[in-house]
């Protein structure tokens, strides 16, 4: 076998054992179920993001919340994905965080900007396994 078939053989066994260890880590993962929420959100009987305002303040209000959120580094990336959703300066915070304190930290920094009467927290903490 020469060199340049070597290293072809090489490779094409590499990419057969990435392959195979993908596979199983893919049959060791759950599937996401959402359903149950992609079902109540499709009904609007919750503010999603596409129930954001394009009105100028209300996008402020959105975009100085998220920045205090990703600035926040004790935060969990959980916690750094929320959604934000702001329509006529009432803002609803919606999505999972890990604890009881991320959700607490994260309605307190939503307070400072739309006060505390504007702040809908629907945030909700993961159950840990």
Do not use: W
């Not at 199983?24 to 759950?30: I, R, S, V």
């Amino acid at each position: 076998m020469n060199k340049k078939n070597l290293s072809f053989f090489c490779v094409i066994q590499a990419t057969a054992a990435l392959l195979v260890l993908n596979v199983a880590a893919a049959e060791k993962m759950p599937d996401a179920d959402n359903t149950s929420r992609n079902e109540r959100d499709r009904a609007h009987a919750e503010v999603t993001p596409r129930d954001q305002s394009n009105r100028p303040e209300d996008i402020a209000i959105t975009k100085s919340i998220r920045q205090s959120i990703i600035a926040d580094k004790s935060l969990s990336l959980d916690a750094h994905n929320i959604k934000v959703i702001t329509v006529d300066g009432r803002v609803t915070l919606r999505g999972p965080v890990k604890t009881e304190e991320e959700k607490q930290i994260i309605s307190t920094l939503a307070a400072k900007i739309a006060s505390p009467d504007n702040v809908e927290n629907q945030l909700e903490v993961k159950l840990s396994k």
